[in-house]
């Protein structure tokens, strides 16, 4: 024990124990209306997006403001031809994944082919307006598509009425535009957040593996097939029309994926191999439909897309089903694939911004993706985002702004308007293969396998999410991920971490004594560390806890026969904020140490704690003497007290050296 | 400066950095089953129930296990005389209140008056055997009864079809029952906890007004009234029929509410005027029976209760309408109700047992209530709980132990068997007063002045809730004072507090330089805390707020002309725990800050933070040596890289010191 008196006597040589008493401080008060202002901004403008327009005149602030909306006003002026060499390769490479992808998705959605071309047209040369990725590539994705397409067919069958079901997909896509805005325009981003890491990694996982049993259907050429999304049905489906497979189908689908995954597995090693991984998809709708041309394969159980009509988007702002009693389902699926495809693209702009860093705004990406939607129901696309699949190939293309996804666009158009003809022959297990090829690479073992070694919750949080989706359905999936996620959070608000502390050898500072086993509790004192900010929702939890670690210190303390508790020390460095069931909790906590004839102590309340402490007058109840800056202080002061009221009036350690 | 510096000096006079390294303790590792064990005790078992039963033989942990279903057991055979004269004083006391608010809330529920007799017999009893509350006195509550009639009147009119209304009476409180044994069984108490004091408050207050708005039906004689609860509705109702007011019935009613408000008045002031206070009810029940029954006023439009069936209890378990179209209704009622229930009796419970300085164990009151209310329902009981007022009654009359409650199921008993007659006259009116009384002492002003005083947001809360139910319903209100409460707990998560330190004058503490304007900042060292455990919820805001404090300290420093930033400590104190989500956050913010060529530096970071960490394989990656046990530390291993690494070679503060 004498080093921590003797380090004592370093810190304060010349300060007696009046001197602490008013040293912690109660920040001085501030009006209302600034420290609302103050947290609302936090809460909404974290980002502080108003900061350029400070101090600047009228003239100024339209054009800046007209750039806040539409990025391209800023970074347009300045573009120059080598961006557009770089933009150009890009656009013209990810244009080459786009087509075929843009075909099969919209086959995984129930919706005809050429929606998949025209959702990557308009979609993108708004982007290249709005957004503010230089990185995102625009275009529809896996798991929005799938999430479409089962969704809507719960209420309406794509093949029994595919006009309706397209009118649906329209619909579904315009509320999820408009949701996306106002969440965007509303800042309220930060409702993204709420999904998790690990929930992402297994609800990707899940989806992924979900579309890849999908597959199975254009891969073994089959016609019939369940329309529930879960394996179980799926295997059942496909095992029980054994004598339904057919060869060619099998062997030509097997092929390409074989093909498609080989390139894929080269293109990390050398950058040759990267175009070639990029073109596979492209190479294998021109070989596959060369195949089918020359061989006639179409009569012999190979499907192919057929006819796909020429011309650029025709307009079906008029297709809208907005009075009909089918308008919930696309009002639900429009919300759920609106919240999946902002997730998706917002992840995808944050990581390459981080890549070569650079800011993106979470909210106005949401406007940027919410008008693009808008938009693009009225001239018959269905959901887009930015798929990191196609974002990851333009970023490695070295795209060098958004411009690429306008060369995209212009590279679709020129094939809606002149080359659709050729997709004639081109067989659907191609396309099955391509999206089994992209939909392996978001299943992602490696993040599993770390979620499990750094924690445990987390994995079970994911596996959980794979498995709802897999053996449930995708929404089931979705809801189990959203609940977890949310349990989550309550249980780590309503289980706050306490801790019990001792003094770390050698030093003054007080650590827990789970992590330094060194570290030394204080005879008679108890030290406790409470571990977060206190809400109504842990403080009752608290109060009890407290309690509890009271009980056990006296009970350890009897059994051993060392000296009797006295005071109760509560760091309260690591509680930022506290709310009027927190301060009661104080109250009570109060209550039941002087009950048991102890003393309360504490330890560096935050300048909010303090402020709130003080306004109750919890401070004034307490005596200021009890709070101190530092555990270090409050042991040396507990400890002054303790000596000079011994019964032998003898002070014999710490007292003598103050 | 010179003060921090010396300040090192007498803390670590001998040490040199190279020793700091090492210092910041990764815990030692715990097997999965221990630590995951560790985690769900903390979680479902905060309050260690099982304490009791270690190292015991296996027939004495029968007998536990008995006395812990059935506290009676435990406490039955300590029963002295003394503590039954108390009971029976008590049990007494609240009898004279249970008889006039049982009918009286039987009446707001839209059921026969007589069900309140039997929900004050056959509950009590039962809870007298389950419950671990000494001072609880069970019976009908305001909130409960007026919600049970407002949500089974959506969809049965209690005067059209009164049998199926009651039938749904009961099976709402069976499955209340059910549900709130099983939230008690699977140890889910903690949920109660995320209705915090704010919300109850506005909440409780607004259904106050609203019951004594319903009032106004019975105190004017209307015959005719709104069947929706919200003030406007009421108020027109009452005005609209302003020719059919009856002053009989009036001036009954307003003369019992004086009569009622006084006595309550006036039993603050001396013990006599307690009793007077308490009788009030019934005293104002034989009143207003005499006063009717001598002058016929049930002839002038004062309506009186009528005949009540004799008897106890009958069974009513097969009256259960499990099967019908109408039980969706009675499970959403029995969910809702039973929340409300469960949460006033169990912050009734707590809060006495607070003042007698005993524990009640929150779980096991919700079992009792449960069981309670299962029984009832099998008993032609409706929704029962711990009212407020009943037990503050049962408390101030001395009460010992919960035989209290047996007496007064035996002098409801009594009433049963012999004394309904008696209530032919007794005029609704009286009832009315009664209940308005009761009511307005529910309107708590001054909590509310205290939340105005001392958290702005928690007045916000409650204020919202209270116009909720009063210009909406009690559902609305309900829901809005839940999501403002998962709201602002989602916020606190959301939005961590993170604050600038600088040195506290004449210490080595750093503190936020908002609380303590004194404390001065280090030059080309940006100090920041992170005031609240880090998980996915807020990793993406801190990594944005870090980015931008430094942006916000690059721009000063470059202002003003001072030394460029050069390190930027995180202090880590208030992270009690983190997810992986929260591990990613870090490797992003030491991209970030690498890319500005600063260096990163942890301050204290806890145990289960450090095991992460170095799971994630971070720590290596950041280094050891820039990990340290306390801010000042890292302060002072900044400083002398800072001037060992100087150009001019001429390290000239701190080293020279070390």
Redesign the interface.
């Known amino acids: 024990m004498g080093t921590v008196l003797e380090?004592h006597q370093?810190?304060y040589?010349n300060m007696n124990m009046e001197q602490c008493k008013s040293r912690v401080?109660v920040?001085?008060p501030q009006p209302?209306f600034k420290s609302?202002q103050g947290s609302l901004k936090?809460?909404f403008f974290?980002?502080?997006p108003l900061r350029q327009f400070k101090n600047q005149p009228r003239s100024r602030k339209f054009i800046l403001g007209l750039q806040y909306f539409f990025p391209i006003l800023e970074w347009g002026p300045k573009y120059t031809l080598n961006f557009l060499k770089s933009d150009l390769v890009a656009g013209i490479t990810i244009a080459s994944l786009a087509i075929p992808q843009g075909i099969s998705y919209a086959k995984l959605a129930n919706l005809p082919p050429i929606l998949g071309l025209y959702s990557s047209f308009v979609p993108p040369l708004v982007y290249a307006m709005m957004g503010t990725s230089k990185d995102v590539a625009v275009g529809t994705i896996a798991v929005g598509s799938l999430l479409t397409g089962a969704m809507l067919s719960t209420a309406v069958d794509p093949n029994q009425n595919p006009k309706l079901f397209l009118h649906l997909a329209f619909t579904a896509t315009l509320v999820a535009g408009i949701f996306e805005a106002t969440l965007g325009l509303l800042r309220l981003g930060?409702i993204v957040?709420?999904?998790?890491?690990?929930?992402i990694v297994g609800f990707m996982g899940g989806a992924a593996t979900v579309v890849c049993l999908q597959q199975l259907k254009g891969i073994l050429g089959l016609t019939h097939f369940t329309k529930s999304t879960d394996i179980i049905d799926v295997m059942h489906s496909v095992f029980s029309q054994e004598h339904q497979w057919r060869w060619e189908s099998a062997v030509l689908g097997c092929g390409f994926l074989f093909f498609l995954l080989l390139t894929k597995y080269f293109s990390k090693r050398k950058p040759i191999f990267f175009w070639i991984s990029v073109m596979s998809p492209l190479i294998s709708i021109i070989l596959g439909s060369l195949l089918v041309y020359l061989t006639h394969a179409e009569n012999h159980g190979v499907q192919v897309i057929g006819f796909l009509k020429k011309g650029i988007n025709p307009p079906s702002f008029g297709d809208f089903v907005l009075y009909s009693p089918y308008f919930p389902v696309a009002l639900k699926t429009g919300i759920v694939t609106g919240i999946i495809a902002m997730a998706e693209g917002i992840a995808v702009a944050?990581s390459f911004a981080?890549f070569k860093?650079y800011?993106i705004d979470?909210n106005k990406e949401m406007v940027a993706f919410g008008v693009m939607n808008i938009i693009g129901s009225c001239t018959s696309c269905y959901l887009t985002s930015g798929p990191f699949s196609r974002s990851a190939v333009n970023y490695n293309a070295g795209c060098k702004t958004a411009f690429s996804n306008v060369i995209m666009s212009i590279a679709v158009m020129i094939t809606l308007l002149f080359l659709t003809p050729l997709f004639y022959y081109t067989p659907l297990v191609v396309l099955s293969s391509i999206i089994m090829s992209a939909m392996l690479g978001l299943i992602d073992y490696d993040a599993a396998v770390?979620?499990w070694?750094?924690?445990?919750?987390?994995f079970v949080v994911c596996i959980s999410a794979y498995i709802g989706v897999v053996f449930g359905s995708v929404e089931i999936g979705l809801v189990i991920a959203v609940a977890l996620?949310v349990l989550?959070?309550?249980?780590?608000?309503?289980?706050?971490?306490t801790?019990v502390l001792g003094n770390?050898p050698n030093?003054?500072?007080y650590?827990?004594v789970?992590?330094?086993?060194a570290a030394q509790t204080v005879p008679g004192i108890l030290i406790l560390e409470i571990?977060?900010?206190i809400?109504?929702?842990?403080?009752?939890?608290l109060r009890?806890?407290i309690?509890?670690w009271i009980d056990d210190e006296e009970e350890r303390l009897k059994s051993s026969g060392e000296t009797s508790l006295r005071y109760v020390i509560l760091d309260m460095?690591?509680?930022?904020?506290i709310?009027?069931?927190g301060?009661?909790m104080f109250e009570?906590v109060k209550?039941?140490i002087d009950?048991r004839k102890l003393q309360l102590v504490l330890a560096?309340p935050?300048?909010?704690v303090?402020k709130?402490l003080d306004?109750?007058k919890f401070i004034e109840n307490l005596g200021q003497e009890w709070i101190h800056?530092?555990v270090g202080e409050a042991v040396g002061a507990c400890r002054y007290t303790l000596h000079t009221y011994k019964a032998d009036g003898q002070p014999e350690t710490w007292s003598n050296n103050v």
């Open positions: 380090d370093y810190v040589p401080a920040p001085p209302f609302l936090e809460t974290p980002d502080d930060f957040d709420f999904l998790s890491h690990a929930t944050r981080m860093n800011n979470g770390h979620l070694k750094t924690d445990k919750f987390d996620s989550r959070v309550l249980l780590f608000v309503a289980r706050p971490r801790t770390v030093s003054i500072c650590r827990s789970d992590q330094y086993p571990g977060a900010p809400y109504f929702a842990n403080s009752t939890y009890e806890r309690s509890r460095r690591a509680v930022s904020c709310d009027t069931s301060i009661s009570e209550k039941i009950r560096s935050g300048g909010e303090m709130k306004r109750a800056l530092t």
